[in-house]
Structure formats: C-alpha cells, structure tokens
C-alpha cells in the first residue's frame, strides 16, 4: 500500500545518506549481517524518516531492540542524543 511504498522510498534515501556517511555496518556491534533501519519510534504515519530517528543495526542488535524499549533508548541516547523524544509505551 501507499505505507510500504513511502517506507520502500525513504529506504532508498537513507542507504544513500547513512553510505555518503560511511555508515556501512551495525551502529552498536559494528557487524554487518542482516543490517535494517531501526527507528527511534514505532514506525507510524506521521514519523519522520530521517538520520536522526533510525539508526543502522544488524540482525541481532535490531532484535533486541525491537523487544526491548530499553536497549533502543540506550542506543539513540549514545548514537543519536536528542534529548528525550521517545514515546513512553513499550512495543507491542
């Protein structure tokens, strides 16, 4: 759907600026198996896909953010300080 396919873009750019950045490998681990964007937020309609709200891991790193709130805030804390912009809720 429209979702997928603005996802599918902001993807693409994001390669190309997290590249132009020399960031090829996991963020936390420096691994570079099964990298995927992880964002600071659940991904939803009205979030931004920038540099300052996805960070790049690899396949594990990604798995235990993705389940664990706390490791996630740990990560954007140390890799993108912005202060406290995160939702409160754990994931679902």
């Known amino acids: ?3 997928t396919k603005a ?4 993807r693409a750019r994001l390669k ?7 960031i090829v490998q996991c963020e936390n ?3 570079d198996w ?3 964007f992880h964002h600071r937020n659940k991904r939803r309609k009205n979030d931004e896909h920038t540099f300052e709200n ?8 990604h798995g235990l953010a993705e389940y664990h709130r706390d490791v996630t805030i740990e990560m954007f804390n140390r890799l993108r300080p912005l202060g406290s912009q995160f939702d409160t809720h754990e994931p679902t």
């Open 1 to 3: 759907g429209k979702k």
């Open 7 to 10: 996802w599918n873009i902001a």
């Open 16 to 22: 190309k600026e997290f590249e132009a950045k020399g």
């Open 29 to 31: 681990c420096g691994d």
């Open 34 to 36: 099964a990298l995927s």
């Open 54 to 61: 996805v960070i790049l891991l690899c396949g594990r790193c």
